[in-house]
């Protein structure tokens, strides 16, 4: 079973920035890919970042590119999101999401932030964004 260890999150004025953290353990599997959902109030939960361990690529929702950057710790499997120029909109619940691949499954996978879907949610971070 796949366990979250988050961080981060908090309030924060519009421009300004955070940094949240997930460090993910229990993978059965030597492939996975650790990243970020999150899900406002009254919408549909959305998918942020994804880091694919396994061919090191990265991926991010359209709403954060240029904005949010997401790195990893191979030793720690541990990935940190750095969002900066935050708007009020980014305000959410943002959820550490991880998913493992077997035999390199990921490669068959969406190559987009949804290859960090259909696993293991966190418990969440809440960040909010005041304008």
């Known amino acids: 079973e796949v366990q979250f260890a988050e961080s981060g999150g908090g309030l924060v004025q519009a421009g300004g920035s955070l940094r949240l953290s997930c460090t993910a353990s229990g993978f059965t599997f030597d492939d996975y890919a650790i990243g970020w959902f999150r899900q406002a109030p009254g919408k549909e939960r959305e998918g942020v970042s994804c880091f694919s361990f396994g061919d090191g690529k990265i991926y991010y929702g359209d709403a954060v590119k240029g904005r949010f950057t997401i790195s990893s710790d191979f030793a720690k499997n541990t990935v940190y999101l750095q969002m900066n120029s935050l708007k009020p909109e980014d305000t959410a619940v943002y959820y550490c999401?991880?998913?493992?691949?077997?035999?390199?499954?990921?490669?068959?996978?969406?190559?987009?932030?949804?290859?960090?879907?259909?696993?293991?949610w966190g418990q969440g971070t809440q960040v909010t964004v005041s304008s």
């Open positions: 999401v991880a998913r493992e691949f077997y035999g390199g499954g990921y490669r068959h996978g969406p190559q987009d932030v949804s290859l960090c879907d259909l696993g293991a």
